[in-house]
């Protein structure tokens, strides 16, 4: 879809409820690869569109590989309920194997995983369940969804309830929404600067189902009673969020989805080796805020891979070296 250099790989995952199965590898390749390699995952009511990202690492020697998980974007197949999962460790088959390819079949010696909201609580959870196998790095996390952004009364009662509930009869569709206020911040049909497909990531999303939600709060929960990532992690997000359901100029200057104090009161729960870095004016996803948010975003990742992964010079390949001192 996004033609060269992108390449396209899909994962057989076999059948379940719905039938077949599939999750989606899209590999950019580095002009002068370095052993180096990005596995990025994306978030609820999301896909891979993000090319910049992959360029800002491609220019650096890093070739990039991003994950349309099953059920999403590119790995959404006919009759399938769109973003729907019974478990978060129904993710970890594609995460292995795409692991495996970046690994194994292509020879990389050094992976970096990165995840985006929800892509940030899975991978969260796969990095702690593969703590003991090598096979990320490090780990960065762009605004992870640690917690339900709602009133302790819905984040808690309301929710268990609603678990309860998908438990029982997973595919019911809950009186949720994530409104339009987000999709409205970026979309350039709207009041932002970046195109995606609509169809996999509508403005208001997809219909939230109880089976989902019972996932994610267990994962959650499983979160805040702490981890064990062996691997540095860098989790970032903004300084503020937007709660207005209603348009407002702030909603362009703020995470319009998730509660940031959440990502930052959970983040020692992740393991030994956390950083925190903030960004004032930072979206949800921060790296579609604002030109000098979103470079001040790139840079911040840039100095944590060189500090903590001995990635070596994070600078394009082409740049010009500074003045000898």
Known sequence: MLGPPYERQTIDLGTDDEGPVVA??????????TGRAVLYVHG????FFQTHLAD???????????????????SLLPGQTPNFCHEISDYF?????AAEIIRKDDGHDTLLAMGHSTGGLVISLWADARRDTGTIDGLV????????NAPWAVRRPLAAAAS?????????ILPFGLGTVYGESIHSDH??????????????????????LNAIRTGQRRLRAGLDIQVPVLLACSTRSFRGTKWHDNATLAD?????????????????HVTVARFDGGLHDLTLSGPAVRKKVFDEVGRWAEAFLAAGPTAPADAAPPDAV
């Open 141 to 148: 996390l762009n605004s992870p969804f640690f917690d339900l």
């Open 256 to 272: 319009a989805v998730l509660d940031v104090e959440h990502m930052v009161r959970y983040a020692p729960r992740l393991g030994r």
């Open 44 to 47: 609820f009511v999301d896909y």
């Open 93 to 97: 088959p594609e995460l292995d194997a």
């Open 164 to 172: 309860r509930l998908g438990r029982r009869a997973p595919h019911r």
């Open 191 to 212: 009041r932002g600067e970046w195109t995606y497909d609509l169809a996999w990531k509508p403005l208001a999303g997809f219909p939230v189902r109880a089976g989902w």
């Open 24 to 33: 989606t590898v899209v590999r950019r390749r580095a002009e002068r690869p």
């Open 56 to 74: 800002f690492f491609a220019e650096r020697g890093w070739d990039f590989y991003a994950l349309d998980l099953r059920k999403y974007g590119r």
